[in-house]
């Protein structure tokens, strides 16, 4: 829920600045939000690689001038970022227990 707000903040900052500064100002938004998701061990590093590829083909279309194909490449990061990693993965990268199960487990 937490990245699907983020792209929700990158769009709305999009809609929000003057053209040639839309695709810039989403970018670095969006790089902070993989940053964060990577310290906070709710990505693991392939998919830090993965986002990373993702932000720098974005970041090529925004240097040519092309805001909008620049955030629908953000879009296509943020729907494959989404995709690796819901809840459960967040919770084995932790090292976390689902907390359904403990509660069964403890019930037995």
Known sequence: MKLCCA?????ATFACKPAGSKCAASL???RTQVNGALADKTIDQP???DQQRYIAK?????A???????VTALF???MA???GADDAYARSLKKESDPAAARV???R
Do not use: Q, R
């Open 7 to 11: 792209l929700l903040l990158c769009l």
């Open 28 to 30: 670095a938004l969006y």
């Open 47 to 49: 998919v830090y690689d």
């Open 58 to 62: 974005a970041e090529k279309i925004c």
């Open 64 to 70: 040519s001038g092309d805001d909008e194909a620049a």
């Open 76 to 78: 296509d990061a943020a």
């Open 81 to 83: 970022l989404n995709v």
């Open 105 to 107: 487990e403890s019930k």
